[in-house]
């Protein structure tokens, strides 16, 4: 069994996670160096996710890095 684990997985993990926190997106965007509207681009598919902007989405969702890469159960 593969663990593999998608662009869109990482996109659905950071999205749960901000769910999970009881996090508005505007305030993970802004802790995140984002404007609202570029989040909003990324989280929707609008605008690619640079791996760069892992670290500070983790850190602004006060999370290991580790877990935006998690596979989540179906």
């Not at 305030?27 to 404007?35: D, L, M, P």
């Not at 990324?42 to 580790?66: F, G, P, S, T, Y």
């Amino acid at each position: 069994m593969t663990n593999n684990i998608t662009y869109a997985d990482v996109i659905n993990n950071i999205k749960c996670l901000i769910c999970e926190k009881g996090m508005k997106q505007g305030v993970v965007a802004e802790r995140a160096g984002f404007t609202q509207s570029e989040f909003s681009n990324v989280l929707n598919d609008r605008k690619l996710l640079r791996i760069e902007h892992l670290w500070q989405i983790a850190m602004a969702l006060d999370v290991d890095v580790n877990k935006l890469y998690e596979k989540r159960s179906a």
